[in-house]
């Protein structure tokens, strides 16, 4: 705990007393069995500010299933292997306005996702980097750790069997991709590699020092490392804002107002530009499939400290 002038740990501790208030009005990812056992009433935040310091309130240390926050680790890592112009004409940046893990836009617009946060767009992104690398979650796990400043963080493999053994629509994804001539890789291997990086397991803190770079045009203020350029970080923060919560994203910009990324793990990590990284855990899921008090955190958050990016 910080004792500056500047303390956010009591601002922290309020929006927890407010945000669960709004636990046992939504539903865990129970079409993952690995996620259905995690206990519902969890709930931690981390802030962590460009200058380095870090506030903390709730089980903000405790270690959660990451699942599509991943995506934007993996955008990156594939604009760095094949570049953007290559990337771009595969993926595009537009909202889908559809669920996440619809397969209907993907079969009328040609194999062309939307952009690279629904499912369709990831798995593109992903078969990137599957078919660039021989060791694709190698690289990605080297990439978050170096994001992160943390050498211990893990692929929990119970996670990645459970996504496996009920991917079922995700391999539809895969194989339609595969057929509209838009994923390279082998499926097998692309979504061998797909549900490995969706059951990386971090904590609030650890996903909230993660988003730094993006907070801080590109560098991570904890090593001093330059790990993206301004305006790679200027973009990826653009794409956050307008696709980063699926078709519930129009919804998010209007009561928060920051680009943010959430996962069906329940977690949101979230990006106030020269200022903060957040994340904000809590597994109970509104009907889009968006962390239902992490939401509200988020919103409490802006609201109460009057930062968003409009």
Known sequence: MSNNANDLTPLLENIETEARKSIGRGKVADYIPALARVPRDRFGMAVCAVDGTEFVTGDADSCFSIQSISKVFTLELALKMVGSAALWKRVGREPSGNAFNSLVQLESEQGLPRNPFINAGALVVTDAITARTVSPVLALLGSVRRYAARQDIYIDEEVAR????????????????????NLNAK?????????????IAMSCRDVARAFLPLAAGGRQPRTGEKLMTPLRAKRINSLLLTCGLYDGVGNFAF?????????????????????????????ELDELGNSLAGTRALELFARKTRLSIF
């Open 255 to 283: 009561r928060v107002g920051i680009p943010a990324k959430s996962g069906v793990g329940g977690g949101i990590a979230a990006v106030i530009p020269g200022k903060y990284a957040i994340c904000v855990w809590s597994p």
């Open 187 to 199: 499926v097998e291997d692309v979504l061998s590699v797909y549900y490995r990086q969706c059951a």
């Open 162 to 181: 459970s996504e496996a053994e009920h991917g079922h629509r995700n391999a539809a994804i895969a194989h339609l991709l595969k057929a509209q001539g």
